[in-house]
């Protein structure tokens, strides 16, 4: 890995820190040749603490280590990206990450639309939202529209009508969505029980 350290003239280069599964950013801090070396040598994460002026592993104090997991380098050979597995909170103020948020799994839109299912539920205006109304009428209710809409698709999955089986594919997923909440579940628990039958 060939990184420039001496682009800025103060042999330092930016350190970006990412959770390894979650993909949050944590922190940011600097690290130069020698601080590089020691994260490489020990994996844990090492900075050039420029207030301490000297090499500073994150946790040597607290014990909320960053356990190194990878580290890539920019396209200008001037920037890092490490990727870890934190023990504790990142923050020196004791939250997830120097930017004061949850160090959450997050599925992009499906976590949107996990939040609104929720949000729906809680709300029980039967009236106005059909998630609403069909959590009203009992869990059983619910599965049998999961069943419904998993026949739909695999019907349409026979077919060669591609765009009615994306509209029952997300239909089924919707609705297992719901099943999943309905249970007390969410998409967490299922990366879990995937998780494991990985090894």
């Known amino acids: 890995m060939n990184i420039n350290f001496n682009k800025n003239n103060d042999g330092l280069v930016p350190a970006i820190i990412q959770d390894a599964t979650t993909k949050n950013v944590l922190m940011l801090g600097y690290m130069n040749e020698e601080s590089f070396k020691k994260t490489n040598e020990s994996k844990l994460v090492t900075f050039f603490s420029r207030t301490k002026n000297r090499l500073w592993t994150k946790g040597e104090e607290s014990g909320n280590t960053?356990?190194?997991?990878?580290?890539?380098?920019?396209?200008?050979?001037?920037?890092?990206?490490?990727?870890?597995?934190?023990?504790?909170?990142?923050?020196?103020?004791?939250?997830?990450?120097?930017?004061?948020?949850?160090?959450?799994?997050?599925?992009?839109?499906?976590?949107?639309?996990?939040?609104?299912?929720?949000e729906r539920v809680a709300n029980k205006d039967t009236q106005k939202s059909y998630v609403a109304s069909l959590f009203a009428k009992g869990i059983n209710k619910v599965a049998q529209k999961v069943g419904e809409e998993a026949v739909e698709t695999v019907i349409e999955a026979m077919d060669n009508n591609d765009e009615l089986f994306l509209y029952e594919s997300a239909d089924l997923l919707f609705h297992y969505l719901m099943l999943l909440q309905a249970k007390g579940f969410t998409l967490k628990d299922i990366e879990a029980e995937l998780k494991k039958r990985q090894k």
Do not use: A, M, R
């Open 66 to 118: 960053l356990n190194l997991v990878d580290i890539k380098l920019d396209c200008d050979n001037d920037t890092l990206l490490i990727q870890v597995n934190p023990n504790g909170p990142t923050c020196h103020k004791g939250s997830d990450t120097c930017w004061n948020e949850e160090n959450n799994q997050n599925y992009g839109f499906f976590s949107t639309l996990e939040n609104v299912i929720s």
